[in-house]
């Protein structure tokens, strides 16, 4: 009997551990998604509705969550500001009219858009272009290098799952052989002036 009791003490242990544990996961889910409701979950302290600071700030962003992934999103998550980072990255493109060119025939309202939110959010600065001061040109600051494994881990999977993509075969082949060290010279790259693909400091051009 003593055996029963303890075998049934020990289930009933399990099974309250079982569902504290998914409890808890349920919990962190719901808090992680919650950009996608219109529901937030109310932080200590936290209140609802409009504060008088919030009233007199009308350019102040808002974050819909603290969730790591909503962060991302409100800053790149738009159809438009990865491809701008793409073209810089990629194809070495710095202006207002190269970005403009591409041929997703971006709008020149979304652009300039982005542009600055890309700028304010400390993802790209803008100078004056070496070659001509009258131009002005964007670059990666070591916050918008940061998102370049993002790019290619983007890249790896639509090369996997798109059957019409684009991307070079060697290259993912490259890419997936040797992500971190692949990764590490696409950021030295960038970061000298050049792109992956187009110019004369091109990083296929240096492997070939």
């Given at each position: 009997m003593r055996n029963s009791s303890s075998r049934a003490a020990v289930k009933a242990a399990q099974i309250r551990s079982q569902e504290k544990s998914s409890l808890q996961m349920s919990t962190v889910l719901l808090y992680c998604l919650q950009f996608t409701s219109k529901n937030t979950i109310l932080k200590p302290g936290r209140k609802i509705g409009k504060s008088k600071e919030g009233e007199n700030m009308k350019h102040t962003h808002h974050r819909r969550s603290d969730c790591p992934i909503n962060f991302a999103?409100?800053?790149?998550g738009d159809p438009?500001?990865?491809?701008?980072?793409?073209?810089?990255v990629y194809f070495g493109k710095s202006t207002y009219g190269e970005f403009l060119a591409s041929e997703e025939g971006m709008a020149t309202n979304i652009l300039a858009s982005r542009l600055a939110q890309l700028e304010h959010q400390g993802i790209l600065v803008k100078k004056l272009s070496e070659k001509d001061r009258r131009k002005e040109e964007y670059v990666l600051t070591e916050r918008g290098l940061d998102l370049i494994p993002v790019l290619v881990e983007m890249a790896n999977w639509s090369?996997?799952?798109?059957?019409?993509?684009a991307a070079p075969p060697a290259w993912i082949a490259l890419m997936k052989a040797d992500r971190e060290e692949m990764i590490r010279l696409?950021?030295?790259?960038?970061?000298?002036?050049?792109?992956?693909?187009?110019?004369e400091k091109s990083l296929v051009g240096q492997l070939v």
């Open positions: 999103l409100e800053i790149f438009w500001s990865l491809l701008i980072i793409r073209d810089i090369a996997e799952h798109d059957p019409h993509t696409m950021r030295e790259t960038v970061q000298s002036g050049g792109s992956v693909f187009v110019g």
